[in-house]
């Protein structure tokens, strides 16, 4: 038999050429897709620039996967494929109508909340006392979904759906990641909140651990991108069936979370407050998550009309719903985005 010809090394890469109904059927083993040289590389040395700043010694060791994953036990985490080629960037878009992590502020949001859970694995924090008076126990199953209270001071706001509520895990990722940002200041934003004793106990456990090598130092890489036999189709039609379009009721539930149906005699509309908050809101919301001014006016426009149609009223403190109100949006963004450009609310 001749011997093979050398693969040139472009090949390796033919998939960029290729239609989206062809790439769908490419082996995630044969993207050939790498970290190093990625536009993430940049963004996880200034994840570890970030730790040394905050005198931390740990650094997680990170790989490509299918999915941003943080196995249990293992002190580093998996990021997307999609991440590391513009081109499957497209594809995800196109496929899930958003793209996970597809911006640097949101990029670097996940990546804080990350490196908290590989140091958790790392320095076996759960398995301490105060970490579970803190938190509650590691143990507890993990919810398949969860109903949040955005009222509740009891937990910090990092990534969207008040994701901390979901399980004590995911209340000490975010509460490191709110710890860990530059320039945070915690002290101030969580005055007067129950959630302030978790970030002052995150404080004082990182002095503790700062300089001290972790007892957990695997490298291992957890259902690894260059081993995953299975096809781009196969992982999109999963992710598919598990996704389930917002429904107009599921749309009034969200308004629902942070306004109240209730009347009061110094509660005030919430149209006409999300009226005098529509500038502001509608400019951090197209900067932080990079979509379309029109997107931001039609979801702003929708949640007004539909607001004043529930005769919904904010509840508490003005100055307190800004924040919520603003996560609420974002996610009714999302959910535009993901309905393929279904009318929302309206």
């Not at 190093?36 to 905050?54: D, K, N, V």
């Not at 090598?213 to 259902?223: G, I």
């Not at 039609?237 to 379009?245: M, N």
Request: glycine letters at 4%; hydrophobic letters at 40%.
């Amino acid at each position: 038999m001749p011997a093979r010809a050398a693969t040139p090394r472009n090949s390796r890469r033919a998939w960029v050429r290729l239609a989206d109904e062809e790439l769908l059927d490419v082996r995630f083993c044969d993207l050939g897709l790498t970290l190093a040289g990625s536009s993430m590389e940049h963004y996880i040395e200034r994840l570890y620039e970030e730790l040394a700043r905050r005198g931390l010694s740990f650094r997680p060791h990170c790989w490509l996967g299918e999915e941003w994953f943080s196995p249990d036990g293992v002190p580093g985490f998996a990021l997307p494929f999609y991440l590391a080629h513009p081109r499957l960037r497209r594809l995800e878009r196109r496929m899930m109508r958003e793209v996970e992590g597809g911006n640097r502020n949101w990029f670097m949001r996940i990546l804080r909340h990350e490196a908290g859970h590989a140091l958790d694995n790392a320095y076996r924090l759960r398995r301490r006392r105060d970490w579970r008076e803190t938190f509650g126990p590691a143990s507890l199953p993990y919810p398949d979904s969860y109903r949040p209270r955005p009222a509740s001071r009891r937990f910090v706001q990092h990534l969207c759906s008040w994701y901390a509520q979901s399980h004590p895990t995911e209340d000490f990722a975010e509460t490191f990641a709110v710890w860990l940002k530059p320039g945070s200041r915690w002290r101030r934003d969580y005055q007067d909140w129950p959630a302030l004793a978790k970030l002052e106990y995150v404080d004082a456990l990182m002095a503790e651990v700062a300089a001290r090598p972790p007892p957990v130092r695997s490298r291992l890489h957890v259902e690894s991108l260059s081993q995953a036999t299975r096809t781009l189709r196969e992982h999109y039609d999963e992710r598919l069936r598990t996704y389930t379009p917002p429904t107009r009721r599921d749309e009034d539930e969200l308004l629902l979370q942070v306004f109240s149906p209730v009347p009061g005699a110094k509660r005030r509309r919430a149209d006409a407050f999300l009226r005098r908050l529509r500038p502001r809101l509608h400019a951090a919301i197209a900067a932080r998550e990079h979509c379309g001014e029109y997107l931001v006016h039609q979801v702003m426009r929708a949640a007004i009309h539909r607001t004043g149609q529930l005769k919904l009223y904010v509840a508490g403190d003005p100055r307190r719903a800004v924040r919520p109100v603003e996560a609420i949006l974002t996610r009714l963004v999302h959910a535009f985005e993901r309905s393929a450009g279904r009318r929302l609310i309206l």
